[in-house]
């Protein structure tokens, strides 16, 4: 499949059907993503290829009861709560992937925070660039992952939604610091056309200095 092709194609897909994926489209997949470009080729990416069922739907009731709790906030008011409790289908579908990119992240120091820190940068400017190298870095592999899975004629989606469970997921699946969930991709062969695709019209979006 050509690039533009693959990049037009991949769309989020939130319904699988049961098929496993074998290793070696996994393998693809993942070496995509290795590919990415990262700050300082840091790679500070991290993936694990769930595919065991116990383990997501534990995934998924940790996000269930993470929501229900943050729903129960008295701070919230009815139209917030509405909205938190309308988060559970956007956020939970995953469980039912065959399998789930569960897409891990770890701080990278960068040189803007030496930089800044040299010129008396104000603690703002630091917290505003020094996390955002990593997650720039870690979301092109995952947009890497994407597109060779869309490639491969899987569908996948991008999911911060569950993130709501972290502490939760990360207990889970084990995972210490100085890792973190960036992502869950459940991926599977479609079982749903996707939603036609709404874009800003690229003159909205570009501008020329000439
Ligand atoms: C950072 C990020 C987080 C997202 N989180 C979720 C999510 O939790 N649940 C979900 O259903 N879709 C999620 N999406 C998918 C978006 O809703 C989707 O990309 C957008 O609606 C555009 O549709 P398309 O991917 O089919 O082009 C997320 C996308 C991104 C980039």
Not at 59 to 86: F, H, Q, Y
Not at 149 to 177: F, N, R, T, V
Request: glycine share 6%.
């Amino acid at each position: 499949m050509e690039l533009m092709e693959a990049i037009r194609k991949r769309r989020s897909i939130r319904k699988f059907k049961e098929d496993k994926i074998p290793k070696e489209d996994i393998y693809e997949i993942i070496e995509a993503a290795t590919l990415a470009p990262s700050a300082h080729n840091r790679q500070m990416w991290h993936f694990i290829a769930v595919s065991n069922e116990a383990i997501l739907k534990k995934m998924g009731e940790a996000v269930v009861n993470e929501i229900e709790e943050v729903s129960s906030w008295p701070e919230l008011d009815e139209g917030m709560r509405i909205k938190v409790r309308g988060m559970k289908a956007y956020s939970t579908f995953f469980v039912k992937a065959p399998l789930v990119f569960v897409v891990l992240i770890k701080p990278y120091h960068s040189m803007v925070d030496e930089l800044s820190k040299l010129k008396g940068g104000s603690k703002g400017e630091i917290e505003f660039w020094h996390p955002r190298l990593e997650i720039q870095s870690v979301a092109a592999a995952v947009e890497n992952l994407l597109l060779a899975a869309a490639d491969k004629g899987y569908g996948a989606c991008w999911m911060g939604g569950p993130l709501i469970a972290a502490s939760a997921l990360k207990e889970i699946l084990k995972i210490e610091d100085p890792w973190q969930l960036m992502a869950l991709v459940p991926l599977g062969i479609p079982d749903q056309e996707a939603r036609p695709k709404v874009t800003k019209k690229i003159e909205e979006v570009l501008e020329f200095r000439e």
